[in-house]
C-alpha cells in the first residue's frame, strides 16, 4: 500500500493500534474537504504496531482530545514537504466538553449549557472525574 506524502498538513503519528478511527471521529476529519488517510496496523520498530492519520491541509485541531485518548501520539506540522513542528503529547489536567458525565445526578444533567469539565486526578491511570460531582469518565468507545 502507497500512502503519498503530504506537502501541506498534519501527521498524526504512533496511535496505539486500534484507536486511530476513534481519534477520527472524535476529531471531527470525516467533515473536512481535504483528503485524510488512515493507516491501521502499520509496523512500527517502537510499537510493534500503530496507526497514523495524515490530513492533506493544516488545519486547527485540538491537542486535548488527542491527548486524552492517547497521550503517546505525536503530531508533526508538514509545510513545502518538511515537517516544521514536532509535538509530544502529555495528558491535559483538564479537558472540557470532549466527553459527556454519565451520572444521571450531575448537575450536567440538567443544566445543558453547563460545560463538561473533567480534571486529571491520577496521571498514572490517567484518571479523569467530573469536577461536579467527581464521577469518573469514561471513552464512549462507539465514537
Known amino acids: 500500500m502507497i500512502i503519498a506524502p503530504i506537502t501541506n498538513g498534519i501527521v498524526i503519528d504512533h496511535i496505539e493500534a486500534g484507536k486511530g478511527m476513534q481519534l477520527y471521529h472524535f476529531l471531527g476529519l470525516g467533515d473536512l474537504d481535504c483528503s485524510v488517510a488512515v493507516i491501521k496496523n502499520a509496523g512500527s520498530a517502537k510499537m510493534g504496531k500503530k496507526d497514523i492519520i495524515k490530513i492533506d491541509s493544516v488545519i486547527d485541531i485540538d491537542m486535548d482530545i488527542i491527548a486524552y ?17 514536532h509535538t509530544n503529547l502529555t495528558p491535559p489536567e483538564t479537558i472540557t466538553d470532549v466527553i459527556r458525565c454519565r451520572n444521571p445526578r450531575c448537575i450536567t444533567s440538567v443544566e ?12 498514572e491511570t490517567r484518571t479523569y472525574r467530573c469536577i461536579y460531582c467527581e464521577s469518573k469518565a469514561e471513552v464512549d468507545k462507539r465514537k
Open 112 to 123: 445543558q449549557d453547563l460545560k463538561q469539565v473533567f480534571r486529571l486526578t491520577d496521571r
Open 69 to 85: 485518548l492517547d497521550p503517546g501520539v505525536t503530531v508533526n506540522v508538514i509545510r513545502d514537504g518538511k515537517s516544521v513542528k
